[in-house]
């Protein structure tokens, strides 16, 4: 064998492994698109205008980063570490569903037992209502946590936080359909409480965080507890590690913040009993990590079929399924399922990539609310495997999986379009006009949208933005059946066509188009 051959071949072994090595678990250089994680998120947090943020990342069964990022409390200068603790908002009724099919297993109670019979004082047409419609949002009953009020910050009693809603009627028959409301899980906290005998955070405690060990994980009431240092922001910051062990690496709760008319201010910190077994846990994003993982087997849930309860799409009574149960949602990512909190002051995210040929999990916490921290997940998860990132880079447009096929997605979408008052111009199917040249595209399908009240004040500053306008999005089928939706950022668009003046409306269009789509592509 001559030397240049030797060399060629030896090359390409070498090009081959270091190709093979971009999706080996361990592999260093872990970024999407070019862009690493690090990058990813001090975009985001310039962006969303974020205090401080923690990540954590499952490959099963280790926990290999965990990093915080900004500061948990801008007042105190104090740092977002792995140890901050974040209300985790709705996430909480993933910890509640736990907690019933641990008492089912016990034969405390059924899923099939009405909300009756383990709750006094309940309006009459709830008391048919079963712990089975409760877990699957399929109740009808309004959210209590919308009721004008209602009061984040104040304590309640059960009684109190029912009379928020007793007179409200039900939105749907129950079993009928599916609407995410806090009041359903508010109510499976009351059932744990009269099946256990023990209180809800007793009982939770107990059974999954003592169970795993959870240092970090906690209710309000257990703060006292955890030695957090007093520290002033304008004079001497963290002293007490000096004398102290407990104060090294300290456990510290976050504050919470909101930004009404554009400024940073600290929120209310949330009463436990406000949102109860809806969205009381605090927790650390490393503690959501290891609570993860004791969720996947046999520690928290023993048999797999109750398990797979709460992985399963919810059964409608027509026949009909829709893919979200428990306060977790189903995208068409196979064995993809994410839950999401946004309560008074913070915003978490968790997603599981279940399959086995994957087994990765993205834990992120933050000190802002309202912010949609799924986009982020899905390209960080992607740095580690590349498939399961969004199909197309954000160099291109901004990506989000839609639960449903194309056209259902297109169909939700243009209805919630419609029902703000904005036009549409034109849906485009890009499949059904290739079959009429004999051509195959799987379901490609563009929808034209816009407010001339809106989009012209971009015009104004510049008409080549014109171009561009109206807004629209593709929602397209990839090979694996997986259904995405693309759309260019309004202030992307703007800023290509030097537009600087029209801050307030690009921020209002960008916000606008987002939520369209979150509500279009989620089952709640």
């Known amino acids: 064998m001559n030397k240049q051959l030797a060399f060629m071949l030896c090359g390409g072994m070498m090009f081959g492994l270091a190709t093979a090595a971009t999706a080996e678990r361990g592999n260093p250089r872990v970024e999407f698109e070019g862009e690493t994680i690090d990058a990813m998120v001090a975009d985001f947090m310039e962006q969303q205008r974020l205090p401080g943020m923690t990540l954590a990342i499952v490959q099963a069964p280790y926990i290999p980063r965990v990093v915080g990022y900004g500061v948990s409390n801008a007042e105190q200068g104090l740092l977002a570490s792995p140890k901050t603790l974040w209300n985790v908002g ?112 007793a009982f939770v405690t107990e059974n999954q965080i003592k169970r795993l060990g959870l240092k970090n994980t906690m209710f309000a009431a257990d703060l006292p507890q955890v030695k957090q240092e007093a520290v002033e922001a304008n004079g001497l910051k963290h002293k007490e590690f000096l004398r102290e062990r407990a104060f090294i690496d300290p456990t510290e709760m976050a504050m919470g913040y909101a930004e009404p008319a554009g400024k940073l201010i600290p929120a209310k910190r949330n009463a436990q009993s406000a949102f109860f077994a809806n969205g009381a846990v605090l927790a650390s994003a490393e503690d959501i990590s290891l609570w993860d993982m004791g ?80 986009g982020l997940a899905r390209r960080i998860a992607g740095a580690f495997i590349r498939q399961l990132g969004p199909p197309v ?16 997605t297109v169909d939700r979408l243009e209805a919630l379009v419609k029902a703000k008052g904005i036009d549409v111009a034109a849906r485009v199917d890009h499949a059904a006009a290739a079959k009429q ?87 709640y």
């Open 393 to 408: 880079g954000p160099q291109v447009m901004t990506c989000r999986e839609s639960c449903y096929s194309v056209t259902e």
């Open 90 to 201: 709705q996430m909480t009724q993933a910890y509640t569903a736990v907690a019933i099919m641990q008492l089912v297993e016990a034969e405390k109670l059924s899923l099939d037992d009405t909300i009756g019979k383990h709750v006094a004082g309940l309006p009459a047409d709830w008391q048919a209502i079963t712990v089975r419609q409760l877990m699957a949002h399929a109740s009808g009953l309004p959210d209590y946590t919308h009721q004008a009020g209602f009061d984040a910050a104040r304590a309640y009693a059960p009684a109190e936080v029912i009379a928020l809603v007793a007179e409200t009627p039900l939105a749907f028959q129950p079993g009928t359909a599916v609407a995410n409301s806090a009041t359903d899980f508010y109510l499976l906290g009351l059932v744990v409480e009269a099946a256990s005998g023990m209180s809800y955070e």
């Open 437 to 523: 040249k004999g051509l195959e595209l799987p379901p490609t399908v563009v929808l034209i949208f816009g407010n001339p009240a809106v989009g012209t004040q971009l015009m104004q500053s510049r008409r080549s933005v014109a171009l561009d306008l109206p807004l629209r999005v593709v929602v397209w089928e990839e090979a694996d059946g997986t259904v995405w939706t693309g759309y260019h950022d309004v202030a992307g668009l703007a800023a290509q066509h030097g537009i600087g003046d029209r801050d307030e409306v690009v921020a209002a269009m960008q916000a606008g188009l987002e939520a369209l789509l979150r509500q279009a592509t989620a089952p």
């Open 295 to 374: 969720l996947a087997g046999e520690l928290l849930i023993k048999e797999k079929a109750n398990r797979d309860f709460l992985y399963a799409p919810v059964k409608l009574a027509d026949g009909a399924t829709a893919p979200a149960h428990g306060g977790w949602r189903f995208p068409g990512h196979r064995g993809l399922m994410d839950i999401q909190g946004n309560v008074p002051g913070f915003s978490c995210y968790l997603s599981r990539f279940t399959d086995k040929s994957e087994l990765l999990c993205v834990t992120l916490c933050a000190n802002k609310e309202g912010v949609d921290l799924s």
